[in-house]
């Protein structure tokens, strides 16, 4: 079962963002999310998931892999608030959340990302008080960014907000 | 290679927000303050390590202080990780015939240079696609999130954190050389700090220093003759687990169980001595919350009990283990933990300004949430 997943229709300025730089391995992640699609790598031969995404399988070697759309539905696992000195484009944002999400399919599969209020709402769009060690979330996606250096990002709402 | 080598010199500059100096002149002077301390002819120099973050190489090191043939060199990864393995290269060197005379050192321009996290044109595509975009920029941020996933499990507070920053302001204050050295540090002053990534604070952090240190190494025959007391690698180990993401390691089934836990296992197999018998510790601590995660890592206690660890003053003067005693990277000086290993030398010299008394056997560790290493020294 899939659930819904929101996509922000027109892009959100990148405003000094940094865009995330994909590899080889990762290239396929950004690809799904760029179609609102949440997916984890997964070894074609075994089944065992693996996340960050790696050329072979570290369970039965093989490296034949597929890539499984998952439900992006998680909880999180853990998260920090962060406040300056940081970059400039971030420090404009602070104090802003940055959380760890652990999959329901699969508490080892976590992501990182930001907790928000809306899909293209910006970071630190969720007051730090509401957020909890084990919370539910869904999986939302933004578009960031124009032309080539356009790039789509997961990012989570809290499921009880 | 157990007591087989001896480590017979330490070098030190200041340390200090802004030195005027190049790196690179601050290596020099680090380097040859330690062989000078060794008692040893720079020219009889053959054996070279550092870190793979050192900017100033082998070759710019040996033609300056006027090394001769140079045998063995090494650099080591993973910042701070590698501090103990400089010297556990050297080691094994020494002790295989490789090198004779082994110099170790770190200098570096964290307080008046930039910070590394600010250069964002450099973030590499793995794991920083999987982070940066997300505004995780900063190693307090990184290690942030071990620490809130940390005190969740076991019940840390904040409480526990400032134990470890207040045991090593308070060794700062004895210690003159030491950056905070006139800086007292109260739990006042600490809960009200400034955040830097919640659940970290100003005070979590460690310093930002400008600063070298160096040391000597040469086998335990020749040790003997040399101008002080030898200080012997009893055991040195390098750890990097299974399935271990340096810094953001979020991606395994047990995140906090990092390298020290590797590290341990290794050192121990290795050694006479156990946890019980170790007089007196110097802990990586470039954040507050390493200190806990380290003790338990190196069985000082169990899993999870790192933070109950530190209640009674048991890192202070006097406590069950005595910690970081010339203040360590969060109030003597951050040089990628070098200073760790030279304070560890003068607890077995007994030279220390915070001295544990009749103080035989010292652990060092190097930075943990990353590949790691660590020494097991004794007089
Ligand atoms: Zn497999």
């Known amino acids: ?161 | 290679m157990k007591d087989a080598t001896a480590i017979v010199g330490i070098g030190q500059t200041p340390f200090a927000k802004r030195l005027d100096e190049s790196e690179k002149s601050l290596a020099c002077r680090a380097i040859l303050g330690a062989l000078e301390d060794a008692g040893i002819a720079p020219s009889e120099v053959d054996g070279l390590a550092s870190y793979t973050m050192e900017e100033t190489d082998e070759v710019e090191v040996a033609k300056a202080i006027g090394a001769g043939d140079v045998t063995f060199f090494s650099q080591v990864g993973y910042g701070g990780g590698g501090s103990c393995a400089t010297v556990a290269h050297l080691v094994g060197a020494i002790a295989t015939g490789q090198a004779t005379v082994g110099v170790a050192w770190r200098s570096r321009k964290r307080g008046s240079g930039t910070r590394p996290w600010g250069n964002a044109a450099a973030q590499l595509p793995t794991p920083a696609q999987w982070t940066r975009p997300f505004g995780l920029l900063r190693p307090a941020d990184e290690i942030g999130m071990l620490a809130r996933r940390y005190m969740h499990e076991y019940g840390a507070t904040r409480d526990h954190l400032f134990n470890v920053a207040l045991a090593c302001r308070n060794r700062a204050n004895q210690n003159p050389a030491a950056m905070m050295y006139e800086r007292p540090l109260t739990r006042e002053m600490y809960m009200t700090a400034r955040w830097i990534s919640e659940p970290l604070c100003l005070f979590d952090n460690c310093l930002e220093t400008d600063g070298a240190l160096a040391c000597v190494l040469v086998s335990a025959d020749r040790a003997r003759d040399c101008r002080r007391r030898p200080v012997y690698v009893h055991a040195a180990a390098q750890g990097l687990p299974a399935q271990h993401h340096g810094m953001v390691n979020y991606w395994n089934d047990d995140p906090l169980r990092g390298p020290a836990w590797t590290a341990a296992q290794q050192l121990w197999k290795h050694a006479d001595l156990g946890p019980a018998d170790v007089d007196v510790a110097q802990i990586y601590d470039a954040f507050t919350v390493l200190v806990p995660l380290s003790l338990e890592g190196y069985g000082f206690c169990g899993r999870g009990e790192g933070a109950a660890f530190t209640e009674g003053g048991a890192l202070e003067s006097g406590g069950r283990l005595p910690l970081n005693t010339a203040g360590g990277g969060l109030s003597e000086a951050y040089v990628h933990g070098f200073n760790l290993i030279t304070e560890g030398v003068r607890q077995l010299r007994g030279t220390s300004t915070a001295q544990v008394p009749d103080a035989s056997t010292c652990l060092v560790t190097a930075g943990e949430c990353v590949p790691t290493s660590a020494l097991l020294l004794r007089s």
């Open chain 1, 1 to 161: 079962m899939t659930a819904t997943v929101t996509a922000s229709v027109t892009p959100v300025p990148a405003d000094g963002m940094l865009l995330p730089v994909p590899d080889d391995d990762g290239a396929p992640f950004w690809a799904y999310a760029a179609k609102g699609e949440l997916r984890v790598q997964a070894c074609r031969d075994c089944g065992a998931r693996r996340f960050p995404p790696r050329p072979c399988c570290p369970r039965c070697r093989s490296f034949e892999d597929e890539w499984q759309r998952v439900s992006g539905r998680g909880r999180v696992w853990s998260y920090v608030v962060a406040h300056p000195p940081l970059l400039p484009s971030y420090a404009a944002l602070a104090p802003y959340d940055v959380a760890v999400v652990e999959l329901v399919e699969d508490p080892a599969i976590r992501l990182v990302g930001n907790l928000v209020a809306a899909p293209d709402a910006p970071l630190g769009s969720v007051d730090a008080a509401r957020l909890r060690i084990g919370a539910p979330v869904r999986a939302v996606f933004c578009t960031l960014g124009e032309g080539d250096e356009r790039v789509t990002v997961p990012r989570w709402m809290l499921e009880r907000p």
